[in-house]
């Protein structure tokens, strides 16, 4: 990971090594880095200074400040990653406590409305790059940096490389998206907007980048308001919707996982609260009593 050297103190350097030492993602870095700033904002002098005591009036503070559990317990990791091994006081944070979590079910888009939202893209690029994020289940960041040379026809599988958790995995490739992901290549090539071999989906910009999530977003969220949907609208929605259907489509769970490259079952298996599908085949008890009720 690239820092500027310009400004960085001796304590953040050192954390950059620690953590780049780990094999910490990029993003996990900057989100590391952020929450050890905003406790020395709080703190209004260097972070290693902190007390067990200042430390749990710090949470106080996130907490009163109306933060999200969720966010909370980023900073707590990321604190914990600072006193446990850039500072080396494990002891300090003893008084930060994980905050318990609401279980959300994902919402998920029927369908239909996965139809209307690949068509109402308005051109062949963004149908495609949308098609594989809901087709192959892929998160967002996977999908932009998916390059030419990734999509193999001969297995029909896409190749997901360095995906969550610095894991490859191979992703499933069906034949209406490899048409469409041909059609793209043949259009970009002649278009110009592609290279021979280099990034699937490249940057309006320059052909050397590829397009970043953030203007996959811009593209998912153009499309959604162009589709008419009112759900509220994620590229990870996508990837929930892709998983919900296959289980709706009576694939097997595990299958489900490797193709989403989860490490635990577990976090596979909240698709089965909202495959709905699947509810409405199940007769219930209530069915098996032939109550005579009145008319």
């Not at 994980?98 to 139809?115: G, I, M, N, Q, Y």
């Not at 490899?178 to 052909?207: D, I």
């Not at 969220?221 to 296959?246: Q, V």
């Not at 193709?259 to 909202?274: D, M, P, Q, S, V």
Request: charged share 20%.
């Amino acid at each position: 990971m690239s820092h500027s050297t310009k400004t960085i103190s001796p304590l953040r350097q050192r954390m950059i090594e620690d953590m780049t030492m780990r094999n910490l993602t990029p993003g996990t870095q900057r989100g590391y880095i952020r929450a050890v700033k905003r406790l020395a904002q709080f703190l209004g002098r260097s972070p290693d200074t902190a007390t067990v005591e200042e430390l749990r009036l710090f949470q106080m503070h996130l907490t009163d400040a109306g933060m999200a559990g969720g966010n909370i317990n980023s900073i707590i990791t990321a604190l914990n990653f600072f006193f446990n091994v850039t500072v080396d006081q494990p002891g300090l944070t003893r008084k930060m406590h994980r905050v318990r979590t609401a279980h959300k079910l994902p919402v998920v888009l029927s369908p239909d409305e996965v139809k209307w939202l690949i068509e109402a893209a308005p051109i062949l690029r963004d149908k495609a790059a949308l098609s594989v994020a809901y087709g192959s289940g892929l998160r967002a960041a996977e999908v932009c940096a998916l390059r030419v040379t990734d999509i193999d026809r001969s297995r029909m599988t896409i190749r997901v490389n360095q995906g969550k958790g610095s894991k490859d995995r191979f992703a499933l490739l069906s034949p209406t998206l490899l048409e469409l992901l041909q059609n793209w290549w043949y259009q970009g090539h002649q278009q110009g907007k592609m290279l021979k071999r280099g990034w699937l989906f490249p940057s309006r910009v320059r052909l050397t980048k590829p397009i970043s999530p953030r203007q996959l977003n811009r593209i998912l969220h153009n499309a959604a308001d162009a589709a008419g949907l009112e759900k509220p609208i994620t590229l990870h929605l996508l990837r929930h919707s892709f998983a919900t259907h296959l289980l709706e489509q009576g694939v097997d769970i595990r299958v489900i996982q490797v193709l989403l490259g989860h490490k635990k079952l577990e976090t596979t298996a909240r698709y089965t609260h909202i495959a709905t599908r699947t509810l409405r085949s199940v007769t219930g008890p209530l069915e098996h009593l032939r109550l005579h009720l009145p008319t």
